[in-house]
């Protein structure tokens, strides 16, 4: 049976001891919108992604979510490696996006990784600075940067090579930090441009430059 590192190319340095100690695992394929975990759990396992996409969500007293970042294959989830680490409970919520595919490592194996394995290390700790890089990024954006210009990117971000966005307004609210009454009247008011069409369920993008030229404004 061929072995899941070989599509784990983020994992290629591994050295030959360790990779045989993860080749024991299996795989598990985990449905579209599932429940990864929630605030207040504590993680069981660290999770390595081999495809699909998670996305790890904070929801504020008044009901408000905010999308803090996405997971991708090659990539880590911070609180995961917290909580494997030093114990520390979920604070956000954790969806799986698209249906998932991934490898769920025992706390016991990851510590063993981590205290034997350099390239199991550097893997871990790259990921993590990714990992609070975008977490920086998001805090940037809500603090300092206006509305329209976050609306703007992540339209962009989103839209498929014909420019088509399959996204609810309230799904573009919580990419930004905002409301969705927000989001709509700021819709309304770039379709009026003649940017974009704003349709039930998906929004196509007709002017990607003023666009672009919209999300780099200072």
């Known amino acids: 049976m061929m072995s899941w590192l070989r599509d784990a190319g983020f994992l290629a340095a591994l050295e030959p001891e360790w990779r045989r100690e993860l080749e024991g695992l299996k795989p598990v394929h985990v449905p579209a919108r599932t429940t990864l975990f929630r605030p207040g759990d504590a993680a069981q396992s660290f999770v390595i992604l081999l495809s699909g996409r998670i996305g790890v969500y904070l929801t504020g007293r008044n009901g408000r979510e905010l999308l803090l970042y996405a997971v991708s294959p090659g990539e880590t989830c911070v609180q995961t490696t917290l909580g494997v680490l030093g114990g520390a409970p979920y604070t956000g919520e954790a969806i799986a996006e698209t249906d998932l595919v991934a490898v769920m490592v025992p706390p016991t194996v990851f510590e063993r990784l981590m205290a034997g394995s350099s390239s199991f290390r550097q893997f871990v700790f790259r990921a993590f600075a990714a990992r609070l890089g975008d977490l920086m990024f998001v805090l940037e954006q809500v603090a300092f940067v206006k509305v329209e210009q976050r609306l703007a990117h992540v339209l962009l971000d989103r839209a ?56 780099a404004q200072p």
């Open 160 to 215: 498929d090579a014909s420019g088509e966005v399959s996204a609810t307004h309230q799904d573009l609210a919580v990419a930004i930090g905002t409301a969705r009454e927000v989001v709509s009247r700021r819709l309304e008011a770039i379709a009026s441009k003649g940017w974009i069409a704003n349709e039930r369920g998906s929004i196509r993008i007709l002017d990607r430059a003023a666009l672009t030229k919209m999300a």
